[in-house]
């Protein structure tokens, strides 16, 4: 929960609709103080993927607004509610279709973010501004990757948020713009989209269709709980440094095809049958560690959910949800 505040603070969360920025205010709601705005480019979901909405007397209010097409109101916004922080969730975060459509990824993760930067920036409110990066931009790594590593980024959306990560820096070191940035391991939870990894095992188990593994599964991947990646940003809007970067992650790495044999094993479904191997996605990373000693060490950060509990809340939400969940789209419909 976060920390008690003596006054209310005024936060507005873009990307509010997502799974990250959705769990996000989940956790703020738990504080009365706190008074949020989430902004999205869609309608809001329902509570199966939005677990906000069980604060029923929260200070929180939604705009419908899309950031490549309507700057000016949500500038209008921000000026009327002039928000202690902005947090910034909202991205084209699938790495595949970044491929066929790499202008609208750049559009999105970094021309529209240059205007939304220029329009806090003429402001005089803002405290904190907290980007949502992303480990893509390193790009294939050996070993445990620390905040100064080099961007070696290798598909168009990596690309694309390493531009938006320069950008943030530029206007950091030039006009003292007061950003912290949060990359995180693969986050995973409850309430996530129904075609990332985890959940889509559990789903597919159920249906009992084959689960395809890019590359056989060989990929390495540091996986953590989603509320484990919302305590960590905002502990580092509390008490992060104006500038740094702050990895989110947990000591473990796993193929995913470890992760897939864990769900396979808790829902006593032999791996081998539920399993087959597919081409690997092009430029897909092979595997990074992130190091997270800075976060440990400046924020008090550390990630407490186990792997096999996380899952096991995962496969509960599937059960307890299956007749709407089995009724959903398990694939990625992009969106302009």
Sequence with gaps: ?????????????????????????????GNPANEIIGISRSPEKSSLFLPYKRHKDARFWFYRLNLNKRMKEIDRVLDSFRPDWVVNFAAQSEVAPSWEWPGQWFQTNAVALSELVAALERGT?????LHISTPEVYGSCAGQVREGHSLDPSTPYAASKAAADLLLSAYFKSRAFPVIKVRSANVYGARQQLWKIIPRTVVYLKLGRKIPLHGGGKAMRSFIHIRDVSRGEVAALEGGRPGAGYHLSTNRIYSIADIVRVVCK??????????????????????????SSLAKEELGWVAKTELEDGIREVIEWVEKNWKVIRRQSLEYIHKR
Excluded: P, W
Aim: charge should be positive.
């Design 125 to 129: 409110y803002l405290k904190r501004y």
């Design 266 to 291: 808790m829902m006593e479904r032999n791996f081998d049958t539920a399993t087959e191997s597919v081409s690997a996605r092009a430029g897909h990373d092979k595997a990074y560690t992130l190091n």
């Design 1 to 29: 929960m976060a920390s008690k505040q003596k006054q209310n603070r005024r936060i507005v969360v873009l990307g509010s609709n997502s799974f990250s920025g959705s769990d996000f205010i989940d956790l703020l709601l």
